[in-house]
């Protein structure tokens, strides 16, 4: 049975419609308009169209800020990616940890995007969960009413290298330089943030799950269901991603399907400063970023203990 965590009234959260100018040397953006609800806000996503990828000025619905995590555990780096059912879209997609941007954080998106990964993905040890740090500021810790938090042993948040080409709130470029498109089909501007998250050595036994937020009733409410962590990684070869897909339990890496897998369109290709499309199949993606299927030996590889002769038994059967 999956534990709840927190409720909140979904008419607390507000957040603000904006005015984009974007140029091939930067984009810039401002909230316009009074704060609106959440069903307000996904009354005004509908599509939109440019003419120029690279020059136009357009009002969006909303600012959504995404995290691509890379995770450092034993030595090796992964991707996180979280599995959602998006009720607006009608799919299933693995995406980032994402979010929508607040109102009074549409100046600061960075700190909404660390709250995400505070609310979204969850490090377990036998002796508790992990708390954060960014730099030198704790993470919230959300669920500290119903979870045991462990301060002694945080994994640590930093930045990595930013985008390329700037991004400003009206005048103030943004901290960390995240990369930024619009969304097409949602009318909506989207951030990405490039942090690294280190688990401490000491860390044994480390699982993860992914928590997300859904409306029941009238309440939003989130619970973590271990049967279902929803929390996925893509390790990387050299800072490259390779075409593989698992989830950590206890230490142990499993290897999950990836048939009949799409990504969030944050996958999907980028033209200029837009992305078209609602979501890329996995083999698609892998095929757009020259990337080879593992074999079976690739995956034995990443296994360990008990799991390896699990799988040696399957396979010769």
Not at 174 to 194: K, M, N
Not at 224 to 249: F, H, N, V
Request: charge should be positive; aromatic fraction near 8%.
């Amino acid at each position: 049975m999956p534990r709840m965590l927190i409720r909140k009234n979904p008419s607390d959260f507000k957040t603000l419609p904006l005015y984009v100018e974007a140029t091939p040397e930067g984009l810039s953006y401002q909230s316009v308009g009074m704060p609106l609800n959440f069903t307000q806000t996904l009354q005004k996503r509908r599509p939109v169209k440019v003419a120029d990828t690279e020059r136009f000025s357009l009002e969006l619905a909303n600012l959504g800020v995404s995290v691509r995590l890379t995770l450092n555990w034993q030595g090796r780096d992964y991707w996180v990616l979280v599995r959602q059912r998006r009720q607006d879209r009608g799919d299933v997609v693995l995406k980032l940890i994402s979010g929508y941007v607040p109102a009074h954080e549409v100046n600061l998106p960075l700190h909404t995007a660390i709250q995400e990964i505070a609310e979204e993905c969850l490090l377990e040890t036998p002796e508790g969960w992990l708390s954060g740090r960014f730099n030198d500021t704790w993470l919230p810790a959300p669920y500290s009413a119903a979870l045991h938090y462990r301060e002694a042993l945080p994994f640590r948040l930093t930045p990595l290298s930013g985008a390329a080409r700037p991004v400003r709130c009206g005048a103030q470029p943004l901290l960390e330089r995240p990369r930024a498109y619009v969304h097409l089909p949602t009318a909506s501007l989207q951030l990405i943030y490039d942090l690294r998250l280190e688990v401490p050595k000491e860390a044994k036994s480390l699982s993860l799950f992914h928590v997300d937020e859904r409306l029941e009733g009238d309440q939003l409410v989130a619970r973590l269901d271990r049967q279902r962590p929803d929390l996925y990684l893509i390790p990387l070869t050299e800072g490259q991603p390779c075409a593989e897909l698992y989830t950590l339990s206890k230490d142990r890496l499993q290897p999950a399907s990836t048939r009949g897998v799409r990504l969030a369109e944050s996958f999907a290709p980028q033209d200029g400063w837009v992305v078209h499309d609602e979501r890329i199949r996995w083999k698609d993606w892998v095929k757009q970023q020259g990337l080879n299927p593992p074999t079976p030996e690739s995956r034995l590889k990443r296994l360990t203990g008990k799991a390896r002769q699990i799988f040696r038994k399957v396979v010769k059967s």
